[in-house]
Nanobody, 122 residues
Framework: VQLQASEEGLVQPGGSLRLSCAAS????????MRWYRQAPGKQRDLVAR???????NYADSVKGRFTISRDNAKKTVYLQMNSLKPEDTAVYYC?????????????????WGQGTLVTVSS
């Protein structure tokens, strides 16, 4: 069971980029999915969260510019980032609560993707 995020991206200020992250393995159910980011020398912060029913929440710094969405059939979460600023430069991590099979048992755990570098620069 793992989360696999899209590759890193370089974009100019004011540009757009879409990140994706897919869950794979013996998954029974995908619960809340989230995107975090960590800029150099700073702590990892929550950017956006989406529930299994599609209810979304955003950090104040990205409201109106970023949109989180999900495709439950594909077990994938997306982060559409518009009007990007240099201060959005960071490693972006997807995160999800997954219920998965192991043998005949079900377990629910929190998983992290591998991190995707997003650089906003001219």
């Amino acid at each position: 069971v793992q989360l696999q995020a899209s590759e890193e991206g370089l974009v100019q200020p004011g540009g757009s980029l879409r990140l994706s992250c897919a869950a794979s393995g013996s998954i029974f159910r995908v619960h809340d999915m989230r995107w975090y980011r960590q800029a150099p020398g700073k702590q990892r912060d929550l950017v956006a969260r989406i529930s299994s029913r599609g209810s979304a929440n955003y950090a104040d710094s990205v409201k109106g510019r970023f949109t989180i969405s999900r495709d439950n059939a594909k077990k994938t979460v997306y982060l559409q980032m518009n009007s990007l600023k240099p201060e959005d430069t960071a490693v972006y991590y997807c995160n999800a609560d997954l219920t998965y099979y192991s043998g005949t048992s079900l377990y629910t755990e929190n998983f992290w993707g591998q991190g995707t570098l997003v650089t906003v620069s001219s």
